[in-house]
């Protein structure tokens, strides 16, 4: 998110947003506010106990406890957990111990207790582990460390974005698990801006050039941007942790390209912003590739930002799935695009499946896009005040420009659309599409679709609201238009190049001959009678 203006009114609308689709009191589930994590409101989440890590052979294993860490820090506000003075620094007893780990001497550090650290800086290339014993143990960043909680490589603060190339060697294995970081968002940047410095912005975890990272069960909260942020990295699991922050730059999970390979599963995200961010041109910045979320909920600004330029280089985002998660949204669920002025298919391949999501938009797109898919996906159209000032039209949609974002062209290859339901609790508008802007949608199929209203809603007027835009192709093999009063807006079909389909005749909607695809049975908007096309002329049906 960019200026300071637009995040206060994110979090206002973020409020307004909660209180109206009762997620306030959901927070508490989550053991944390919603609205924010200062010192006086964390309340930290609780995984359960751990027990040590099996050993493994070849691993060189050290106890906190051991090695002369105090360990006496209160996890919730930094103080010392005896007395409430100041607790002890063990960040440097911490990083002495695990500086010497390697492909020849691999380290896991076991954090037995509550540690107040001043960063962990551990080695640049991996070779090391983290593993907590679940409850009360991990670590709170020391007020005024003006770094990263724990990143690889050395104490001086790292860059945020060194820019291309990305080296071409990457480290790896690095292993985190079972315990907590409270990223003391309030106190550890002393720069003017809480999320960091002129140089860089400060991360709850900061992992670069690394292949084979595993992330399990931490409870990250409270850090003064992004929780975990990732960049030139590839094979990556994150599994069963919980990401808690308010505001703006409060990025869960924040892959800068390049990056491969990477799941997701089992993670709760409570955020401010983009509760996943796949970013090509930040970072390093290269291609994302190959990720996969599954299992997961959401309360954000968006579930996942996809974007691969902001002028310039063009990158590539392929291969992405999102599976059986649930969550609500401020924003779009889904922002594909950031600013524009992208290649063709710059972002492809993307499945968006079994999944319930509350949100004013599910595909916020200012970006080129190629093959996306959504299957099994309920939607629930929800308001926000999110709307800049020059967009007048706020009715929610499936597709769509996103809110907070002005609308730009695009083009996408093709969007398909299999058996999704937009569920209405309110007389909220909502449409389908929402195309404007000489945008433009190759291919576009509807294989199961239906409006649901619980309760008694007027029919939502039209399936695509189409305005100096245009579709290619307009395929409608099974759709129930019972709650929808027509295909598309008025002089819409002018913008549509064809319509076919199997479905087309069962809507009961009227289509002009000109825009009928041959072979396709469908009520004749001239005759009001069944008809089809052989060879370009129109014949009654059957």
Same mark, same amino acid.
């Given at each position: ?6 995040? /206060? ?5 973020? /409020? ?76 440097? /007893? ?99 801006? /809480? ?348």
């Amino acid at each position: 998110m960019p200026a300071d203006t637009h995040a /206060r009114e994110i979090r206002m609308g973020r /409020r307004r947003f909660l209180q109206k689709t009762g997620l306030l009191a959901a927070g508490s589930a989550l053991g944390c506010s919603l609205l924010s994590c200062s010192d006086s409101e964390v309340n930290l989440p609780c995984l359960g106990p751990a027990a040590p890590p099996t050993p493994v052979p070849g691993m060189t294993y050290i106890r906190a406890s051991e090695i002369g860490c105090a360990l006496d820090c209160d996890l919730v506000s930094g103080h010392n957990k005896h007395h409430g003075g100041a607790a002890t620094d063990d960040g440097p /007893r911490i990083n002495a111990a695990m500086a010497a780990a390697s492909a020849s001497n691999p380290i896991t550090l076991i954090i037995d207790g509550s540690a107040l650290i001043s960063g962990l800086f551990l080695p640049a290339g991996g070779y090391w582990g983290i593993a907590g014993l679940g409850c009360g143990t991990g670590f709170f960043v020391k007020t005024a460390t003006n770094n990263d909680g724990i990143h690889n490589g050395p104490a001086a603060v790292i860059p945020s974005t060194p820019g291309p190339p990305a080296p071409s060697v990457r480290g790896t294995n690095v292993t985190l698990s079972n315990f907590t970081l409270n990223g003391n968002r309030a106190g550890d940047s002393t720069a003017r801006m /809480r999320q960091g410095n002129e140089v860089a912005w400060f991360y709850g975890i900061n992992l670069m050039n690394l292949d084979n990272i595993a992330i399990e069960n931490l409870v990250m909260v409270n850090t003064p941007s992004f929780h975990i942020r990732l960049s030139n990295v590839g094979h990556v699991s994150v599994t069963g942790c919980v990401m808690q922050g308010e505001g703006s730059n409060s990025d869960g999970l924040h892959f800068d390209g390049p990056a491969n390979d990477i799941t997701i599963s089992g993670c709760s995200f409570a955020v401010g912003d983009d509760s996943i961010a796949l970013n090509c041109p930040e970072g390093y910045c290269g291609d994302i590739s190959r990720v996969k979320v599954t299992n997961c909920t959401f309360i954000s600004l968006s579930l996942m930002r996809l974007y691969t330029t902001i002028g310039g280089i063009q990158y590539k985002i392929d291969n992405v799935s999102v599976s059986n998660c649930s969550g609500a949204f401020t924003d779009a669920a889904f922002f594909i695009g950031l600013s524009g002025a992208s290649d063709r298919d710059s972002v492809t391949n993307l499945t968006i499946s079994d999944c319930n999501f509350t949100a004013p938009v599910i595909l916020g797109v200012t970006e080129c896009f190629g093959a996306v898919t959504l299957s099994n996906v309920t939607f629930v159209p929800a308001v926000t005040d999110l709307w800049i000032d020059s967009e007048p039209n706020h009715v929610a949609a499936l597709l769509r420009p996103p809110p907070s974002f002005p609308a730009v062209p695009f083009v996408g290859s093709s969007l398909t659309i299999r058996n999704c339901v937009i569920q209405r609790k309110t007389d909220k508008k909502v449409t389908g599409f929402l195309l404007g802007d000489n945008s433009t949608i190759d291919y576009l199929e509807f294989d199961g679709f239906a409006v649901q209203n619980i309760g008694k809603h007027a029919s939502v007027a039209h399936l695509i609201e189409i305005d100096q835009a245009s579709i290619g192709q307009l395929v409608l093999n099974s759709l129930q238009s019972e709650s929808i009063a027509a295909p598309v807006s008025p002089n819409g079909f002018s913008s549509i190049g064809s319509v076919s389909g199997s479905g087309v005749l069962a809507t009961a909607w009227e289509f002009p001959d000109a825009v009928m695809a041959d072979g396709v049975p469908y009520i004749s908007a001239t005759t009001g009678l069944p008809s089809i096309k052989v060879n370009g002329v129109v014949q009654p049906y059957p």
